[in-house]
C-alpha cells in the first residue's frame, strides 16, 4: 500500500522539493553576497525547514528527540548512522543553533540548485576522495572554524549510505581528524530511523506513511578517550537504539 500511495504522492512531493531549492538557490547567493554568512546562514535554515517538511507530502512523519542541553558555546561532533539523502536536510533544521556543518564530495559543489552553493559558501569541507593530503587538509581547517565560531559538524562514520537501514562499522578517521583540529568538542551520537525505508524502491516510487525519527543520544566527553573509543561508543549507542 505504501508503494502504491507513492506512485502518487511522489510527483508532488518532487515538485516541493525541487522548487525549494530552485527557489532559495538565489536567495542564498544574494544574503551572502549583501549581508554575510549570518543572513546566508538564515536562507539556508529556511531552505531545510521546507525540505525537511516536504515530507508531509509523502505521508511521512517528521520527529526529532533531543532530551540534553547541548552547549552552543563549544564546538560538537555529531555522530550518526546514515540512510538517505533525506537525513542531511533535517540535521541542518534540527541542529541549526549548533551551525552543523558537513564532509561533503567535492563534486557535488557543482551543478546542484542550492545545495552546491551552500556547500561552496557554507563553510563545510568539500573533499577529494581520491586524494587524501587534501582531504585531510579540508577536514582540518574545517576543525579550525569549528574552533573559531563554536560551530558543529555532524560525520557519518560508516562512510556512505546503509540502504537497508543495517548500520555498518564505524570508521574512526573522521572523529580523530577533527578532534586533533578541535580536542575540547563535544561528541554528540544521533540515531536515525525509517530513512532508507523512502527509498526502498529507489528514486520512484518513493514510499508513504513512513515514521522518520532523529534522536539525540548521550554526549561523549572525548577527554581520556582515543578517537576510536569514542567512536565504538556512538556506534554501540546508535545500534542499541535501532535494535541493531
Known amino acids: ?35 554575510g554568512y549570518k543572513a546566508h546562514k538564515l536562507s539556508v535554515d529556511a531552505l531545510n525547514f521546507f525540505l525537511t517538511y516536504s515530507q508531509f507530502f509523502l505521508a511521512n512523519s517528521v520527529s526529532f528527540k533531543n532530551n540534553f542541553d547541548l552547549p552552543t558555546d563549544r564546538p560538537i561532533i ?6 538517505s539523502l533525506y537525513d542531511i536536510p ?17 563534486e557535488l559543489t557543482k551543478g546542484i540548485p542550492s545545495i552546491s552553493i551552500n556547500l561552496r559558501l557554507g563553510g563545510g569541507a ?16 574545517l576543525g579550525r572554524r569549528m574552533k573559531e565560531n563554536n560551530w558543529s ?3 557519518f562514520p560508516e562512510g556512505t549510505r546503509a540502504k537497508d537501514g543495517k548500520i555498518k562499522t564505524f570508521q574512526f578517521g ?11 568538542a563535544l561528541v554528540v551520537p544521533i ?23 532523529w534522536t539525540v543520544l548521550t554526549p561523549i566527553e572525548p577527554e581520556g578517550k582515543t578517537a576510536n573509543d569514542i567512536t565504538l561508543e556512538a556506534e554501540t549507542a ?7
Open 126 to 141: 568539500n573533499i577529494d576522495r581520491k586524494d587524501n593530503k587534501q582531504a585531510i587538509s579540508e577536514i582540518i581547517k
Open 90 to 106: 533535517s540535521l541542518i533544521w534540527f541542529l541549526r543553533k549548533h551551525h552543523a556543518k558537513f564532509i561533503s564530495k567535492i
Open 191 to 213: 540515531a536515525i530511523e525509517n530513512s532508507w525505508k523512502i527509498v526502498r524502491y529507489g528514486l520512484f516510487p518513493l514510499t508513504t506513511g513512513n515514521a522518520l525519527k
Open 238 to 244: 546508535i545500534r542499541k537504539v535501532l535494535g541493531q
Open 174 to 184: 573522521g572523529v580523530a581528524t577533527l578532534l586533533k583540529a578541535v580536542p575540547n
Open 1 to 35: 500500500m505504501s508503494k502504491f500511495f507513492g506512485y502518487i504522492l511522489t510527483p508532488i512531493f518532487y515538485i516541493s522539493f525541487g522548487l525549494s531549492l530552485l527557489i532559495f538557490h538565489p536567495i542564498q547567493w544574494v544574503s551572502y553576497k549583501l549581508f
Open 78 to 83: 555529531f555522530a550518526s548512522n546514515h540512510q
Open 153 to 155: 559538524t555532524v560525520i
